[in-house]
Nanobody, 113 residues
Framework: QVQLVESGGGLVQAGESLTLSCAAS????????FAWYRQAPGRQREFVAS???????DYASSVKGRFTITRDNDRRSVYLQMTNLKPEDTGLYYC???????WGTGTQVTVSS
């Protein structure tokens, strides 16, 4: 079955950086697009970034210029490099197969001010 396993979350101070990883299995990685979503306490899950098969990317306006999504087909992994983190970036970050309803279980990112 499809499995997405996120890692790399943690507690950082505002202005610092983190890189999240998502390891995928059980699907044809090279032909799928992937995305990162996040959910803050008391708020709805929201789109963060996506990367397509041709490596085209898309970002939420709130993270554009600070976050970078990449994919490594050889490692079957998707990454989210997050710089200049802000307290409002705090949340549970999920990896998703973009056009299918497969989600990971999330990795927590907490940014203190």
């Amino acid at each position: 079955q499809v499995q997405l396993v996120e890692s790399g979350g943690g507690l950082v101070q505002a202005g610092e950086s983190l890189t999240l990883s998502c390891a995928a299995s059980g699907l044809l990685f090279n032909i799928n697009a992937f995305a990162w979503y996040r959910q803050a306490p008391g708020r709805q899950r929201e789109f963060v970034a996506s990367v397509r098969v041709n490596r085209d990317t898309d970002y939420a306006s709130s993270v554009k210029g600070r976050f970078t999504i990449t994919r490594d087909n050889d490692r079957r992994s998707v990454y989210l490099q997050m710089t200049n983190l802000k307290p409002e970036d705090t949340g549970l970050y999920y990896c998703k197969v973009y056009w299918q309803n497969y989600w990971g279980t999330g990795t927590q990112v907490t940014v203190s001010s």
